[in-house]
């Protein structure tokens, strides 16, 4: 038996916004869309993906699953990230080495420091 990581679903109240967003943020393309499905991946043909699925409420509290992202310059790709419109978001984490952003649903990941070996 074998399994193998499809993709993660986000739910939202705009699939193709939300999605369009995570595109441009990541560079990644569209595979499909309709009007209530959104789904990107770093390339056509490439496992896993992230799917936008269309939810009629808003998102109430702290998310449950979130997205870490490794960059090459933290601050740089901050700076980018909230001048597409992510927000820095308080989760509670005091002083740490990554900072946490949301989405423009309010969706939050965290932009991690430098990697160390």
Do not use: Y
């Not at 499809?6 to 869309?33: F, I, K, M, R, Y």
């Not at 419109?85 to 308080?90: E, V, Y």
């Amino acid at each position: 038996m074998s399994l193998e990581w499809e993709q993660v679903l986000v739910h939202s109240e705009d699939p193709a916004a939300l999605g369009q967003w995570w595109a441009t943020a990541l560079g990644w393309v569209v595979v499909h869309s309709s009007e209530d499905e959104f789904e990107i991946r770093s390339d056509p043909d490439r496992l896993p993906g992230i799917d936008f699925v269309r939810i009629t409420e808003s998102k109430k509290a702290k998310s449950r699953l979130h997205l870490d992202f490794r960059p090459d310059d933290q601050d740089a790709e901050v700076a980018r990230l909230v001048a597409h419109g992510a927000t820095r978001f308080d989760i509670g984490q005091g002083e740490q080495p990554w900072v946490v952003l949301a989405d423009p649903e309010g969706n939050e990941f965290c932009v991690l420091g430098e990697r160390h070996d």
